[in-house]
């Protein structure tokens, strides 16, 4: 919905909302906002005039020190838009800044904590201080505000849990006073670690013993909050844990509850907790994890923390036997897990990776799919990124509908890569065919020569023969800003794990209208993207823990297991560099670090060994996803590209050419372009540090690796 276009008392009775001028000034509140502040309806006048950005903390009402700058920073790029607008009226701002500001009430009411939205108020009013000094009555800034005070409260409520059950340690009467008195430990989440009559047992007393038996096995474990999202005080908790086993692990193996030696492993651990909270307390509470990964963790090898060595050896392990009487909670713990990760990956490539477009293409439409000239992959499904890839113009979803061969073969640069056209057309005999295919094509896009990275993977669902299909603009090096978040509406605030694909472009005819009916984004939707993301067999997805160090894996694609050879159950809480070799460009690896740490794009070109010690060169995006504020790092998405030495280094020439072309420095190329300029220009060794091993590394695996 939008906000009122004046706060009248008609037409903002329910809304949260004032208006402020350039300064910070109160111009106008709405009677809910002044009654949610404190104030009766007598005292409204007193807010007037009131500055909500340099008001102190002893003159509430005003927005806490901790959190004001956030919504300064925000309030003065909505100012420099209006005056950049020069008197155009602005498209309303219906995104919300997922990161809540604190705002103090008097009287010692507790802070209330709200997140916000600007838009230029859209009626102009006669007293208002000037924005734009060319209007002869000058308009103010709206900000319309969401009270998430309970969730808030919710949320810090279960981080609270975690602290004291897992980080201090606390004694279990400071736990216990957290729960309600009629708290239920839900049996729908992950029982184990457990004893054998822990089901008899009172729920607050399962959870303490639950506790317990963790701590007692890994006395240094530590828990780390990577997201959190609320619905009401429904509170979901992405988060990762880590410890050493060094004291006896309590566990059911093959159906008996024995004692685990100590072994000296080092286990890390990821999963997902949802916690219902009312009045203060948390009345129910479940925790999905894979208890199986923690077997499998600490009966590899003893001593050291997991490695190469033990990824591999993960898959040489016989998974434990989970009971009979459990295995359907496993199953449903799983498929909750993998839902849960998904959706987070869906979200961030719809509106995220803006140099890397995700599509699903219907391969043609009846009466004959399969005929050369019906079969041009139109596109039914797109990210935010797909149109931008691609040079389009008219928004985020202009290339839905698009023939998207035929769009390819008339952007096509011959006079850069000669072969430009016969790469389209391998691309259509294997849409055609139903097999996959990645091929290089240079494009114009706007003013400028681009290599595009184009992969298809066909797959069906709902009796649609469609297409899935990554573009990557390989000519960048994906260097930027991230989206701080998936694009969440008023409506969605704290949704986005139930509404990722309402965050994708959707041409509905070309799905036979099933994307359309009531429901469909949570089940259709979901369904076809999943699909989608796990058709390809030489590009991979992934999501990582980002505020942890390693940033371990919470989820792989199904293509990222087929690229690597690894399984889920070995890769899953380990770090993606156990992909690295000798010959991984420290360079690049430096580059990735520095891109999670500062919260920024990235891409590079690496090469990467499988399980089975095959090497290969991946074609590696980083996405780190940040809070709105840009100080919270929250999860990584990044996608992998298999490539082999010939794709590779005829990628390295089209990117020189055109270099050469546009006169563009290597430094705002892929790592590949400079690298290749090294291997041939012996003036550059002084001026590239790392020019010795990486050309050794160049010349010693890319010549080596399969055509």
């Known amino acids: 919905r939008q906000a009122p276009a004046d706060l009248n008392e008609s037409t903002a009775v329910t809304s949260l909302a004032l208006e402020l001028t350039a300064d910070g ?31 102190p903390e002893e003159s509430p009402p005003c927005i806490a020190a901790e959190t004001r700058q956030s919504f300064i920073a925000a309030f003065t790029d909505t100012l420099r838009r209006v005056g950049a607008a020069g008197g155009r009226s602005l498209e309303p701002s219906v995104r919300l800044n997922d990161t809540p500001i604190r705002v103090l009430r008097p009287g010692g009411k507790p802070p209330l904590h709200l997140i916000f939205a600007f838009e230029e108020t859209s009626k102009l009013t006669e007293h208002s201080v000037a924005l734009v000094p060319t209007h002869e009555a000058h308009a103010a800034i709206t900000v319309t505000f969401v009270d998430v005070t309970l969730a808030e409260s919710a949320k810090q409520l279960v981080r609270r849990r975690i602290e004291l059950s897992f980080n201090d340690k606390a004694a279990d009467g400071a736990v ?12 729908a989440g992950t029982q184990l670690p457990a004893r054998a009559d822990s089901a008899s047992k009172q729920p607050i007393q399962r959870y303490l013993e639950r506790r317990e038996l963790l701590v007692r ?10 997201d959190q999202s609320c619905v009401d005080e429904r509170v979901v908790t992405s988060w990762t844990w880590s410890g050493t086993h060094s004291g006896p692990l309590h566990f059911e193996v093959d159906g008996e509850f024995v004692d685990i030696a100590p072994t000296g492993r ?25 208890a199986g990964a923690i077997l499998r963790q600490v009966r590899l090898k003893d001593g050291g923390s997991p490695g190469l060595a033990d990824a591999r050896a993960a898959d040489d392990v016989a998974p434990p036997t989970i009971s009979s009487k459990l295995m359907p909670f496993h199953r449903a713990t799983k498929q909750l897990m993998d839902k849960f990760y998904l959706n987070k990956v869906l979200a961030l490539l719809a509106t995220s990776c803006n140099d890397l477009g995700f599509a699903i293409c219907r391969k043609g439409l009846p ?3 399969a005929d050369r000239a019906a079969c041009q992959l139109s596109v039914a499904i797109s990210s935010a990124g797909f149109a931008h890839v691609l040079g389009l113009e008219g928004g985020d979803h202009s290339g839905l509908g698009l023939k998207l061969l035929d769009y390819l073969r008339s952007m096509a640069l011959t006079s850069i890569q000669s072969d430009a056209t016969e790469a389209v057309e391998a691309l259509h005999d294997a849409a055609i065919e139903g097999r996959p295919c990645m091929e290089l094509v240079t494009v114009c896009r706007g003013d400028a020569p681009q290599t595009l990275i184009v992969s298809l993977a066909p797959f069906a669902h709902a009796g649609l023969e469609l297409v899935a299909v990554v573009v990557i603009a390989a000519s960048t090096d994906g260097r930027g800003r991230s989206s701080c978040t998936a694009n969440i509406t008023r409506g969605d605030q704290g949704k986005e794990a139930d509404t990722a694909a309402c965050h994708f472009g959707w041409q509905h005819e ?6 359309s009916q009531a429901g469909a984004h949570l089940g259709f939707g979901h369904e076809v993207l999943a699909a989608a993301v796990n058709a390809f067999d030489t590009v991979g997805f992934s999501l990582g823990a980002g505020n942890v160090a390693g940033v371990p894996l919470t989820w792989v694609s199904e293509g990222f297991v087929r690229l690597t050879g690894y399984s889920r159950a070995s890769i899953l809480n380990r770090s993606c560099k156990l992909l690295q070799t000798d010959a991984s460009d420290p360079h690049a690896i430096v580059r990735l670090r520095s891109c999670i740490q500062k919260g920024y794009a990235e891409r590079v070109t690496l090469y990467n060994q499988t399980r089975d010690g095959v090497g290969f060169w991946n074609c590696l995006s980083m996405y780190p996803s940040l809070s709105d504020n840009g100080h919270v790092l929250k999860h990584c998405v990044a996608v992998q590209v298999r490539m082999d030495a010939s794709v590779y280094m005829r990628l390295v020439e089209l990117q020189c050419a055109i270099a050469q072309l546009s006169n563009m420095p290597s430094a705002e190329l892929n790592g590949t372009a400079s690298l290749l300029r090294s291997l041939s220009a012996q003036s550059t060794v002084n ?19 399969p055509k």
């Not at 309806?41 to 007193?46: A, D, I, M, N």
């Not at 216990?176 to 049996?187: G, R, V």
């Not at 096995?217 to 909050?225: E, I, M, N, Q, S």
């Not at 540090?689 to 080596?704: D, N, W």
Request: hydrophobic share 45%; net charge positive.
């Open 367 to 369: 009466p004959t799919p």
């Open 176 to 187: 216990a006073e957290l729960f309600s008195p009629s708290f239920a430990f839900n049996a």
């Open 510 to 515: 070309l799905l036979d209208n099933l994307s």
């Open 25 to 55: 000034t109160i111009w106008r509140i709405s009677p809910r906002l002044v009654r949610l502040l404190g104030f009766t309806h007598v005292q409204r006048h007193t807010l007037f005039g009131h500055n909500l950005l340099e008001a």
């Open 266 to 290: 080092r286990v890390q651990m990821t999963g997902v907790s949802v916690d219902l909270c009312a009045a203060g307390a948390i009345v129910d509470h479940a925790t999905y994890f894979d």
């Open 687 to 705: 001026r590239e540090p790392s020019f010795l091993v990486r050309a050794r590394s160049f010349l010693k695996h890319a010549r080596a690796l």
């Open 217 to 226: 096995a890994f006395p240094d474990l530590r828990y780390d909050v990577i």
